[in-house]
């Protein structure tokens, strides 16, 4: 989990100290960097084995991953693409690329990308869950719900696939178990921002503005440069001051 993570970040880097240049403890620490939403201190870490390791892919895609958690979407897509040049086939990096397409809206690129890996890949709970988010985008709820569904059917512990499930349901008025969804994706992942931040979304919905922005700001300390997060509070701070001018 992501304090397993955090406590291995300085034993590999009292590692890199003996060995600056092993390719393989600084994969590690990037990796561990990237699990502790620290991705810019992870981004430094891999421009360095990508200079040790130009056709890297896996540094590439992490590159990608790092990338796009900062909200650097372009440079994250053009990482992304670098590792498929290497390795064209590498479904792992496939759907870390369609994970950017998805924040960039280009959700039917990543429908027609994805539907074409199904046949060959029907046991990847991340490809359900891209392609479930591609949908959800799109504001195909049925679809996406089974997209979800067909996920955690794989994997139960899917944190992604339960606030995604839980922002449909908030979007079809159904507060009470998206709240209920949220929850259980933080109590699996309590370092998913994007958890944290549609939380927020249900709890102002649901009239409680107080635990809203104590949602979004945990959000916003796990990821400093979230976006959605940032409208999120400002749409919180603008019905409180609504409710404050009428009375």
């Excluded at 003996?18 to 201190?41: M, T, V």
């Excluded at 790092?66 to 290497?86: K, Y």
């Amino acid at each position: 989990d992501q304090q397993n993570y955090s406590a291995a970040v300085p034993l590999f880097e009292s590692a890199l100290s003996r060995l600056p240049d092993n390719p393989e403890i600084l994969q590690n620490l990037a990796a561990a960097h990237i699990k502790s939403n620290e991705n810019g201190k992870a981004l430094e870490i891999l421009d360095r084995l990508i200079v040790l390791q130009p056709k890297n892919k896996d540094a590439w895609s992490s590159r990608g991953v790092a990338l796009t958690a900062l909200g650097q979407l372009e440079g994250a897509l053009t990482s992304h693409d670098q590792a498929l040049v290497i390795d064209p086939s590498d479904l792992n990096i496939v759907i870390n690329r369609c994970t950017t397409l998805n924040r960039l809206k280009r959700h039917q690129e990543v429908m027609d990308c994805l539907n074409t890996h199904l046949t060959a890949a029907p046991n990847n709970p991340d490809l359900f869950c891209e392609l479930g988010s591609a949908y959800l985008g799109l504001g195909r709820f049925e679809e996406a719900t089974h997209q979800f569904k067909q996920c955690l059917a794989i994997t139960p512990n899917h944190a992604s696939a339960w606030t995604n499930l839980g922002a449909i349901q908030a979007r079809l008025g159904n507060n009470t178990l998206a709240l209920d969804q949220h929850q259980q994706s933080i109590k699996l992942d309590p370092l998913n921002p994007i958890a944290w931040n549609n939380l927020g979304l249900v709890l102002q919905a649901l009239g409680r503005p107080e635990e809203a922005l104590g949602s979004v700001s945990k959000a916003l300390a796990i990821r400093p440069h979230f976006t959605e997060a940032y409208l999120t509070r400002a749409s919180i701070f603008l019905e409180q001051s609504a409710v404050s001018a009428a009375l």
